[in-house]
């Protein structure tokens, strides 16, 4: 008889469940055809058997499909007794519920990409927006859940209301991280900055990451390196920064914006080296 550690998201295989967790944070949101990573475990009597590896997202909310980019890593951990494994499994869990893991259900499955699928994307230039809160768990822990979900409440509205004013377009929000795109890049910064402004009445410090760069469009769905790229650019900013790749600076020559060179970066996943630029204003 089959020994499991389960939950209210566990999948069912057989007698056995598999807990599994999908890795979050505003650079892996909701935007269809992100990369992110996935952990799953189980336990059987005292041994407990891992799995991780990088996974592809498709769709956004509930409708989304998440599949193994490559076949994924495994780990068997034999235990001398049932409560040693018990004990292990639950580590193991509770270290990924948190901030940066959300509970997944359904399978995860290897990847059949249809040999026609490239003919149905429709290419798309914008300049991207990255914004994320800091130390959002620390404030949320201190506020409580009721009063977080209030400050969270205005906190969307004036980024929204900063967006329609700057005729951003809204992408998708992803825990305290949104994703927006913008026609004009000095559309993007001047939102940006009025963002940061807004929320600091809430008592909140964001943190902001801008690129430019083309993109791939399939109905509502949106792919492309661009997106990383945005996405690591505000991995890059310190608590009240707005910064941006070279790509958005070289376009901005005659917006009288200035700017402070921050340096040469490598991003995290993503080819050549960045020189990035504090937005001074």
Known sequence: ????????????????????????????????????KAWCVRRVGSTVFLRWGAV??????????VYWTLPPRAKTIRCDTVQRAKDYAKTAIARRRNHRYQPLTGNIATRRRPADRGAELE????????VDIVRSTEKA???GDSRWTQVMKHYYAAV????????GKEVVTTGDGLLATFAAPAAGVRCATAIREA????????????????????????????????ARVAAKARAGEVLVSSAVKDLMSQSGIR??????HQLK???????LYRVEH
């Open 56 to 65: 592809e997202v498709y769709g956004i909310g509930d409708g989304r499909k």
């Open 199 to 230: 929320v600091r009445t809430l008592g909140l410090e964001i943190r902001v990451g801008l690129h430019a760069g083309e993109y791939k469009v399939s109905g509502a769905e949106v792919f492309g390196l661009a997106f990383h790229i945005g």
């Open 259 to 264: 700017f402070k060179d921050r340096g040469v």
């Open 141 to 143: 822990a201190r506020l």
């Open 1 to 36: 008889m089959y020994d499991y550690v389960s939950g209210p998201n566990d999948l069912s295989i057989g007698r056995m469940h598999m807990p599994k967790f999908l890795r979050i944070g505003v650079h892996q949101s909701n935007v269809s055809g992100y990369t992110s």
């Open 160 to 167: 929204r209301r900063e967006l329609k004013t700057l005729r």
């Open 269 to 275: 996943g993503v080819p050549e080296r960045w020189r």
């Open 123 to 130: 290419q798309a230039l914008a300049t991207i927006l990255f």
